[in-house]
């Protein structure tokens, strides 16, 4: 087994990949932070509230050699608990992996070569077929912008713009937004909206009624609504990389923001807001203040996500009056590492015949049919 302590010490092997489970957990957040660009995204404690949600089992690859080191965390799928596969496939043969919510994939650090590029990809791939993984869906993080690094081993695609705000200073934070912003920033303290944070269980709660009225309000998806085992566990095994933010009319809570962080970055998670008070502007004055609260504390960005879909629509709008400057962008990488059972999966699917499968989801054999 690989040993993170004493890495730039010891002679280094030719290269080596190892798997580490989800129950290992002191050696997966040890080998995660030991990269000076991690994420709250690659920590054990953020991957368990998902496996919760039924996303997957959570599993960190850690890749070494004489000339970089590499980790990637992803959400491994039992195909066959697809309902869509329900006695079509056997059980615990064949998987698929997944960035987990949020952005994610391979961080890589040392001197990167060809070489090493090379050989990272061989080994995942042998690693990957060996534990009947079919293939993966990663979604790069804007931030850190991995992508870059991947081009040679992912089919890429560029997405769409994300809105990242860049925390300088609260008065640079202050001049990347669009006036508009600024005036109804302006027109919310006016008004009286006032803007705390905290980490109560009761704002937790207050939270998740909140969160699930604009869910409803959206016709949101049934995977957006999240059970309270999942709120248990941001609250309790997320406790130094979580908080609520809330605004208060009146003494009435009309908007809320569930803000994680770690290693000076700051991410917009979760959002609910009362629509009856939206002409009060509340969630526009809240992001000001998480991004001043960031300033205070050392973050160095703050990253508020793109559009629904990564398009350019009116959740991206609304993203972007706060940093009219940003140039973080979304990509995501597909790689197939068994292209005949993939195949074979799209059959299953297609069985039917009385219907095609969306074209461009992947994986298709999960896809929404058309």
């Known amino acids: 087994m690989l040993s993170v302590k004493g890495i730039n010490e010891q002679r280094k092997p030719e290269f080596q990949m190892s798997v580490i489970h989800f129950e290992e957990i002191e050696k997966w957040d040890k080998i995660a932070k030991s990269f000076s660009n991690f994420d709250v995204y690659y920590l054990s404690d953020y991957v368990k509230a998902f496996k919760s949600h039924g996303d997957g089992e959570p599993a960190l690859f850690y890749y070494e050699d004489q000339n970089i080191r590499a980790m990637n965390v992803v959400m491994k799928r039992d195909i066959s608990l697809d309902k869509r596969f329900t006695g079509k496939i056997p059980p615990n043969t064949y998987f698929d992996i997944s960035t987990p919510y949020g952005y994610g994939g391979f961080l890589i650090e040392g001197r990167i070569t060809e070489d090493s590029l090379r050989n990272l990809n061989n080994k995942y791939i042998y690693l990957c077929e060996k534990q009947g993984i079919v293939c993966e869906f990663v979604r790069f993080h ?159 960005t703050f990253h508020l996500g793109g559009g629904l879909g990564s398009k350019e629509d009116s959740l991206f709008n609304f993203k972007k009056v706060f940093n009219k400057n940003s140039d973080s962008h979304f990509s995501m990488g597909r790689k197939i590492f068994n292209q005949e059972k993939y195949d074979e999966l799209i059959k299953i699917r297609n069985s039917n015949k009385l219907y095609t499968l969306e074209n461009d989801f992947f994986p298709k054999y999960r896809a929404t049919v058309r």
């Not at 560029?158 to 005036?183: A, E, H, P, Q």
């Not at 909206?193 to 049934?222: C, H, S």
């Open 142 to 300: 804007p931030v850190l912008n991995n992508v870059e690094d991947l081009k040679g081993i992912y089919d890429i695609s560029t997405r769409g713009k994300t809105i990242t705000v860049n925390l300088y200073s609260r008065d640079r934070v202050w001049d990347n937004f669009t006036s508009k912003n600024r005036n109804m920033i302006r027109k919310a303290k006016k008004s009286g909206v006032e803007i705390y944070w905290g980490r109560d269980p009761k704002l937790f709660d207050q939270f998740i009624t909140l969160y699930n009225a604009t869910m409803d309000k959206d016709n949101a998806k049934d995977y957006y609504y999240f059970k309270k085992d999942f709120y248990d566990s941001i609250l309790n095994d997320l406790k130094y990389n979580s908080i609520i933010f809330y605004g208060i009319y009146e003494g009435k809570i009309i908007s809320m923001s569930m803000i994680l962080y770690s290693n000076e970055q700051l991410h917009y998670h979760l959002s609910a807001s009362d629509r009856e008070y939206q002409y009060l502007a509340p969630t526009n004055l809240l992001l000001f203040e998480v991004a001043c609260w960031g300033c205070m504390n050392g973050f160095k």
